[in-house]
Each structure stands twice: as structure tokens, then as C-alpha cells.
């Protein structure tokens, strides 16, 4: 895992070859490692650390694991592609993005203009 500080901007931005966030509890030891090491509230990922079934509502994977980033103040912006996804998700995902903490984009840049 890879954190670079977009320092002016007060993110962190990670990169990972490989999946980090599998469960609620993962999701919370990674936005805690994250923070100790950066100090920043506001995390920019690809979509590819996270494991797919998080994508299926009917897992409550994303849900529980979002709560965490609620509960404790701290935003995230995911980039990735999520056209292939159900029209349930594309709904959580416009509400989602609607909110203050977890936002679903396109591009590195529309999730930097989101943790903003």
C-alpha cells in the first residue's frame, strides 16, 4: 500500500495492488492506519482495494462498512468504473454521492472537488 499526501488539499490518497478493504472490520483498521500515518479525515481510493461483493447491496457489506466512516467523521472518495452495477446500487451510489462522507466518481479529479 501506497499513501501519497495531496498535502494542499489535506488528502491522502492511496494505491494498492491488491484488495485491502474485505469487511466492516478491515475497512476500519484501513481508514485508521490512514489516518495515524497522515493525520488527514479524508481518503481518496480506487475501487479495486475493495472487494466486489461490497458492490452487492444484498451483502450489507458496503453499508456496515460506510457506518464506520460516518461514525468516526471521515470522508472517502472512491474512483472507478460502476456502470456494470445494479440499479439499486447506481440509487445508494447517487445518495451516496448526495451526502458528506463517501462519494463514487469517475476520476481522481471530481474525488478531490468531492473531499473538498
Known amino acids: 500500500m501506497e ?11 492511496i494505491k494498492s495492488d491488491e484488495v485491502i478493504i474485505k469487511d466492516a472490520a478491515s ?5 485508521m492506519s490512514v489516518q495515524y500515518e497522515t493525520t488527514y ?3 481518496l481510493i480506487d475501487k479495486a482495494i ?3 461483493d461490497f458492490f452487492d447491496l ?10 464506520k466512516l ?11 468504473d460502476f456502470s456494470m452495477y445494479s440499479e439499486n446500487f447506481k440509487d445508494y451510489m447517487y445518495e451516496s454521492n448526495k ?8 476520476t481522481e479529479e471530481e474525488a478531490v472537488d468531492k473531499l473538498r
Open 70 to 80: 460516518v461514525t468516526y467523521q471521515l470522508k472517502m472518495a472512491i474512483v472507478g
Open 41 to 43: 479525515r479524508k481518503i
Open 27 to 31: 475497512m476500519l483498521d484501513f481508514v
Open 50 to 52: 475493495i472487494l466486489e
Open 99 to 106: 451526502g458528506s462522507h463517501v462519494y463514487f466518481v469517475a
Open 3 to 13: 499513501i501519497q499526501k495531496l498535502e494542499s488539499d489535506g488528502i491522502a490518497r
Open 58 to 67: 444484498k451483502t450489507r457489506l458496503l453499508g456496515d462498512a460506510f457506518q
